[in-house]
């Protein structure tokens, strides 16, 4: 069997992995929409410059959650994952067996990439359902696009975190140190119209603004072009790559000591 066949084949023990933990599985899908329903219960009644168009807050949330939902499957979850799996000797057992090294890790991002992906359609869902967003047209490739590089880069860059996170205890409060101040100010949970310059200065230097911009932008229900955010995405697709280069440098397989 080669590294495909494996890949594949890993990514359907990770799947029932996955489903066998309903708890964990109820809350991933549950806590982006929880999210949601929030955010427009605060702001829903008020309106805001969108593109050059005055519209519900509604029409910035529902792309905004969207690309919350993909770095906390891609990003959170996936580091967190990985950091309990090798504490408990997981991954040390997985590497002393025949699969390649790439094929468990590969299942690893791709599995969280078509998690991402449902997470995406269902708020997509619940926000035309509920807040009568509507779904891109002519944008949907930028869309599909922004979406999946954003999986992938951010799931790099969750590996990569990995290698500062010393046990599982640490885990959860490493990741969301790291996570959550950003998606305050990178147009993510509060529209960056009134910031302080500098602030936004900073969330420009980070990948997550940009990803936002891109989902944005490919979600915009006025855009007259492709809706593809090519800087954007190039920026976002770098610090993918630095992550992945950090990780394949000091990804650790065996527990600390």
Same mark, same amino acid.
């Given at each position: 069997?080669?590294?495909?066949?494996?890949?594949?084949?890993?990514?359907?023990?990770?799947?029932?992995?996955?489903?066998?933990?309903?708890?964990?599985?109820?809350?991933?899908?549950?806590?982006?929409?929880?999210?949601?329903?929030?955010?427009?219960?605060?702001?829903?009644?008020?309106?805001?410059?969108?593109?050059?168009?005055?519209?519900?807050?509604?029409?910035?949330?529902?792309?905004?959650?969207?690309?919350?939902?993909?770095?906390?499957?891609?990003?959170?979850?996936?580091?967190?994952?990985?950091?309990?799996?090798?504490?408990?000797?997981?991954?040390?057992?997985?590497?002393?067996?025949?699969?390649?090294?790439? =094929?468990?890790?590969? &299942?690893?991002?791709?599995?969280?990439?078509?998690? !991402? %992906? #449902?997470?995406? +359609? @269902?708020?997509? *869902?619940?926000?035309?359902?509920?807040?009568?967003?509507?779904?891109?047209?002519?944008?949907?490739?930028?869309?599909?696009?922004?979406?999946?590089?954003?999986?992938?880069?951010?799931?790099?860059?969750?590996? =990569?975190?990995?290698? &500062?996170?010393?046990?599982?205890?640490?885990?959860? !409060? %490493? #990741?969301?140190? +790291? @996570?959550?101040? *950003?998606?305050?100010?990178?147009?993510?949970?509060?529209?960056?119209?009134?910031?302080?310059?500098?602030?936004?200065?900073?969330?420009?230097?980070?990948?997550?603004?940009?990803?936002?911009?891109?989902?944005?932008?490919?979600?915009?229900?006025?855009?007259?072009?492709?809706?593809?955010?090519?800087?954007?995405?190039?920026?976002?697709?770098?610090?993918?790559?630095?992550?992945?280069?950090?990780?394949?440098?000091?990804?650790?397989?065996?527990?600390?000591?």
């Amino acid at each position: 069997m080669n590294s495909g066949e494996m890949t594949l084949r890993q990514i359907h023990y990770e799947n029932k992995s996955f489903w066998r933990n309903p708890a964990a599985a109820f809350f991933t899908f549950a806590f982006p929409l929880i999210f949601l329903v929030l955010f427009n219960l605060l702001f829903g009644h008020s309106k805001l410059d969108y593109f050059g168009h005055r519209v519900d807050t509604s029409t910035f949330y529902v792309p905004a959650i969207a690309a919350f939902s993909v770095i906390s499957a891609s990003f959170t979850n996936l580091a967190m994952s990985v950091t309990f799996a090798r504490e408990q000797g997981v991954l040390k057992r997985k590497r002393g067996t025949p699969m390649p090294p790439v =094929a468990y890790l590969g &299942a690893k991002i791709l599995h969280s990439t078509l998690i !991402a %992906i #449902v997470l995406v +359609v @269902i708020i997509g *869902l619940f926000g035309k359902l509920f807040y009568s967003v509507s779904f891109p047209g002519h944008t949907l490739p930028a869309f599909i696009v922004s979406l999946i590089v954003g999986a992938l880069a951010f799931c790099a860059l969750g590996l =990569a975190i990995t290698a &500062a996170v010393p046990n599982a205890d640490a885990a959860p !409060a %490493i #990741v969301n140190a +790291v @996570i959550l101040p *950003l998606l305050f100010i990178s147009d993510i949970f509060i529209p960056l119209q009134n910031a302080p310059k500098w602030l936004t200065s900073v969330a420009k230097f980070f990948p997550i603004y940009h990803f936002s911009e891109a989902m944005q932008h490919a979600f915009n229900p006025f855009e007259t072009g492709s809706g593809f955010r090519g800087g954007d995405l190039l920026i976002v697709g770098i610090w993918g790559l630095a992550g992945l280069l950090v990780a394949v440098r000091y990804f650790r397989w065996e527990p600390t000591r």
